[in-house]
């Protein structure tokens, strides 16, 4: 079992920046496939990026070179710092751990990027 708390959405202007963080407990961090999906109102869950116990990042064509996800093994947390934000990046975002056949998810923390 792995818990996962995100933090840091809230509401940001067009073309400004904000920092995810989603903390996690419960097993060993160090282990899981780390990610970030987004959900739009209707709209599927996606895939925007994630990041291996190696290091090795994925990113989601809408959000290169604009998304940057990164995690620290020590503090068992994952970040997703996002610039250059766009109202079409308007969505809950939710964390996830992913390791063998176990799979969680974190609450979703809302970003809304308006002017």
């Known amino acids: 079992q792995v818990q996962l708390v995100e933090s840091g959405g809230g509401l940001v202007q067009p073309g400004g920046s904000l920092r995810l963080s989603c903390a996690a407990s419960?097993?060993?961090?160090?282990?899981?496939?780390m990610g970030w999906y987004r959900q739009a109102p209707g709209k599927q869950r996606e895939l925007v990026a994630d990041?291996?116990?190696?290091?090795?990042?994925n990113y989601a064509d809408s959000v290169k070179g604009r998304f940057t996800i990164s995690r620290d093994n020590a503090k068992n947390t994952v970040y997703l710092q996002m610039a250059s934000l766009k109202p079409e990046d308007t969505a809950v975002y939710y964390c996830?751990?992913?390791?063998?056949?176990?799979?969680?998810w974190g609450q979703g923390t809302q970003v809304t990027v308006s002017s």
């Open positions: 996830n751990a992913h390791f063998s056949t176990y799979f969680y």
């Open positions: 990041i291996t116990r190696g290091g090795t990042t």
């Open positions: 419960g097993s060993i961090f160090s282990r899981y496939v």
